[in-house]
Structure formats: structure tokens, C-alpha cells
């Protein structure tokens, strides 16, 4: 690869985050329970919860002086809904919206512009048990209302917002969607219905950013996938793109056409769960016209064809070890990509297929993109001197970041990056063992310590990238 890189003049570099995986304070101040909070509940016994997280909360401040030092121009977080309506549809919480007013003014004063997300993971878990959440239309006006809320709140301080982080990816998941039929046909039908519920509240929020938010600008946040086929075989080369397309084209397509793709109407029709549609649905799809793309990006992924077998009907989805990577009959099979290295926690490291990703994105939308997620969870080990030496995190940002280099190099807009994470947050399955962030914070599964921030050495790497506008790599 190429090694100088030629960032424009405004490229916005940040670092990104999520409320429910650094905030803490769970319960304080009249914030409510959230689907994220009752799932790391489960896990207690195993790993950190919710509960302190990274205690932003607390330490807001703090933290964004550090931010400040960092160099950071943009900072992308996401709002939680239940500390703005601790019951999904009910009463506003003031306290709520006075943490976010003094979170995005605390920015502003540090001349970091806000990157907000309005739904990342965290449902409140009241409309989970008003409504089975998604599955009722209910949620979607929910939603509209508690978007609303933040955009004449905030709208005056924020001009980018992002609506659902990873619609795509949260609905394969059951536990994030809280769908507990084990039946698989059952949980496939709930499943089109909630995603087709979650669309069109996407729309609505589109609608009321651009009617409350003076230029304000606002698109999805996908969890982009880059798949390549195991072998140049014609199904597996089929396979792999057919991965592409259920686990995240068919959504951004949806998105930009205001109608499913021809190939995922038939296998809703196929599966036979398509999802209940009312009249005008589609016209309100289609008036929502997006501004840019964020674009989360970690690996790339490999696939072959998995034929349908006589107790497996086409459609019917299979999981080994996790339901991210599933696969299909009749489409697609997950497979090792024996040209990359894993990471320990088994993503196939790849800066090159972000440069695929970002310019597949744009010939197709040609709309201004931004990387909201990139970085690499590892474990890292605090010296006895209190160092962090993760020059393993260096070498995966740095390659990257000359992977956007070169995208940008081949005519794609790209407005900035804002890699996963600005400091350590709670991963949904490996709570504070597996660490992303540029700050350490010194705690344990089940030892909080004194919580205290640490500058591991990609901090001081990436403020020298932000500082020579990535130059020095
Ligand atoms: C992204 C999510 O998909 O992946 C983040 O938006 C998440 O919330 C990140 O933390 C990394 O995943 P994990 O499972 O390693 O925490």
C-alpha cells in the first residue's frame, strides 16, 4: 500500500461512543430501564453491567477535556431514550435533557462539534413490556415523539445526527431486539416486522430533523459488511454477494428506495413473513431523503453457498457461536477468510476492504460518508508504571486510516473518521476484558477501582495523526 496519504483540509477527526456502553448511572436522576440494561444484567455474574460502565456520567467533564487533548474535532455519542422518556412514550425527564444540554455545551466550549446517534442499542425496556417493542406500530410514533424532543432540545447546538446505529445488525440479533420465540420461523416473522417497523420510524425521524433542524443533517448508521467468495466458484461468488445483500444492501436500499429489494421480497414472500404494511407507508419511505452515510467498519467476510437441505427450507437462518455471522439455506454459509489474520476475538483484519466499502457506497448514493465505527478490541495490559503499550491498536488504526486515504484519493467524499472507541466501553460480550478505546479506564469486570483514565499509547499516536492532519501516520 501507498504510504503518504493526503487528508482534505476540513476532515473532521473524532472518536465515537455509545450511552449505555460508557454512561453508567443506570438508574439515576429518573432515567429508565433500557433492553441494553436488562441484558448485561443477565450477564452480571460473568461481566460488568451497565450499571458504572465507564462512569461518563460522573466524569463528563473530565473526560472531554481529555477529548480536548485528544484533539478531537468530532465527537459521535448517542442519546439515551429512557433518560429523556424514562418510559418510551411517557413523561419527559428534564434531568435527562440537562445532562445531554451540558454534555454538548461542555463539547462546544471545547470546540468539539456533537456527532449525535438517537438509538444505539438501547430500547426502553417500557415498550418492550407496553408494546413487545418494534413489533407494535406504537413504537414507531414513540419514536418520532422522543426524536422530536431532541431536536428542539438540541437542534440548536447539533447539526449531524445519525437515527438507529446498525438497524441492520441489531435485528439479527434477538436479545438486542427482545425476541424470545424459539421457534425459528416465529422469530424470523417477528423479526421482518419489527425491521419494517424500525424503517419507517428511521423515515419519520428523517422528516422531522429537516422541518425542526435549521441545516440539519442526517442519515443511517450501517453496520457496512464486505464479503468475499471462498472459492471463484459461480454459487459461492453468488454466496458472497447475496451476504452483502441480506445482512446489510437490502437496508441501505430500503432506505434510499423507500421499497425492499426485489431479491428480499422474495424471500420474505418465500419464508412467508412478510411484514404487515399499511397504505402510504411507502410514500412516507420515499420522502425521506438523506444527507450522508455513516459507515461502521471492522473486518471483512468470506462466504460459500449453502444449499437447502430437505429440513431446512429456504431462508431458514443457522448459527454457529454467533447470530451476527449467521447463515442462510439457499444463500450463504459463513467461511474463514484464509488470506487475513483474525484479531483474538476472530474479526479477519482488512483496511482494504473499507477502501471496497467506501467506494461501493458512494458510486451507489454518491452521499457524503463519514466512518462512525473502526478500531480493534484486544486486551490490554497496564504496566507497572501505568503505561498501555497497544502499538497492535496503532498498527490496525494506521492501516485504515491509509485505506480512507486511498478511497479518497479514488474521487469518494469522505468527511471524517471517528474510529470505536474514544475511550474503554462495556462490549456486549466481553464487558471490560476486550478494550477499544484511546483512554484506558482502570477498572475490572467486578473491581470498579478508582475508575481512573489512563492515556494508553495510541492517545498520544492519534493526537500526533490529528495534530499533522494525518500526515505523520
Ligand atoms: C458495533 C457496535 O457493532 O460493534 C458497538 O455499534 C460495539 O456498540 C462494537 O461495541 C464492537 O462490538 P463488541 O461486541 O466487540 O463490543
Given amino acids: 500500500m501507498k504510504e503518504a496519504v493526503t487528508f482534505p483540509k476540513d476532515f473532521l477527526w473524532g472518536a465515537s461512543s455509545s450511552a449505555f456502553q460508557i454512561e453508567g448511572a443506570w438508574d439515576e436522576d429518573g432515567k429508565g430501564k433500557t433492553v441494553a440494561d436488562v441484558n448485561s ?47 418510551g412514550d411517557g413523561e419527559v425527564n428534564q434531568a435527562g435533557i440537562e445532562f445531554y444540554n451540558n454534555v454538548i455545551n461542555c463539547l462546544l466550549e471545547h470546540g468539539i462539534k456533537p456527532f449525535v446517534t438517537l438509538y444505539h442499542f438501547d430500547l426502553p ?11 407494535s406500530r406504537e413504537s414507531i410514533y414513540a419514536f418520532e ?4 424532543i431532541c431536536f428542539e432540545a438540541f437542534g440548536d447546538r447539533v447539526e449531524y445526527w445519525q437515527v438507529h446505529n446498525e438497524q441492520n445488525l441489531m435485528i439479527r440479533v434477538d436479545e438486542r431486539m427482545n425476541i424470545e420465540e424459539e421457534d425459528l420461523y416465529q422469530a424470523d416473522k417477528v423479526r421482518a416486522q419489527m425491521d419494517y417497523h424500525m424503517f419507517l420510524a428511521h423515515a419519520l425521524a428523517v422528516n422531522a430533523c429537516h422541518a425542526i ?28 454477494k447475496m451476504n452483502d445483500a441480506f445482512k446489510t444492501d437490502y437496508c441501505l436500499e430500503m ?28 410514500a412516507l419511505l420515499k420522502s425521506a431523503k438523506m444527507d450522508y452515510i455513516a459507515v461502521n467498519y471492522y473486518r471483512t467476510l468470506c462466504a460459500s453457498f449453502l444449499p437447502v437441505e430437505e429440513t431446512h427450507p429456504i ?14 439455506y439457499g444463500y450463504f454459509r459463513d467461511e474463514k477468510n484464509e488470506n487475513l489474520t483474525a484479531s483474538a476475538y476472530g474479526a479477519q483484519i482488512d483496511p482494504n476492504g473499507l477502501r471496497i466499502v467506501l467506494n461501493e457506497y458512494y458510486r451507489r448514493y454518491r452521499l457524503p460518508l463519514i466512518i462512525t465505527e473502526n478500531g480493534l478490541g484486544a486486551v490490554d495490559v497496564l504496566t507497572e508504571d501505568n503505561k498501555i503499550h497497544d502499538d497492535y491498536r496503532i498498527d490496525y488504526i494506521r ?37 477499544y478505546g484511546f483512554i484506558y479506564i482502570d477498572r475490572e469486570d467486578h473491581d470498579e477501582k478508582q475508575l481512573k483514565r489512563i492515556k494508553k499509547d495510541s492517545f498520544y499516536w492519534y493526537q500526533n495523526v490529528i495534530r499533522t492532519n494525518g500526515k505523520e501516520l
Fill in 315 to 328: 431462508g431458514e437462518r443457522a448459527f454457529r457461536g454467533n447470530q451476527v455471522d449467521f447463515d442462510q
Fill in 145 to 148: 415523539r422522543y426524536a422530536k
Fill in 399 to 435: 492501516e485504515h486510516i491509509k485505506a480512507i486515504g486511498l478511497a479518497i484519493e479514488d474521487g469518494v467524499e469522505v468527511m471524517g473518521y471517528s474510529p470505536w472507541s474514544v475511550m474503554d466501553i462495556l462490549s456486549s460480550h466481553q464487558g471490560f476484558k476486550k478494550r
Fill in 213 to 240: 433542524v435549521k441545516d440539519g443533517k442526517i442519515g443511517p448508521a450501517v453496520s457496512s459488511t464486505c464479503t468475499y467468495p471462498l472459492t471463484n466458484k459461480p454459487e459461492d461468488v453468488w454466496a458472497a
Fill in 41 to 87: 444484567f443477565k450477564r452480571s455474574h460473568l461481566q460488568a453491567d451497565t450499571k458504572v460502565a465507564s462512569d461518563f456520567y460522573h466524569n463528563y467533564r473530565e473526560d472531554i477535556k481529555l477529548m480536548k487533548e485528544l484533539g478531537m474535532e468530532i465527537y459521535r455519542f448517542s442519546i439515551s431514550w429512557a433518560r429523556i422518556i424514562p418510559d
Fill in 255 to 282: 432506505h434510499f428506495t423507500g421499497k425492499y429489494p426485489g431479491y428480499y421480497m422474495r424471500y420474505l414472500k418465500e419464508r412467508n413473513i412478510v411484514p404487515v404494511m399499511e397504505e402510504g407507508d411507502e
Fill in 125 to 135: 425496556y417500557a415498550l418492550v413490556e407496553k408494546y413487545n417493542g418494534w413489533e
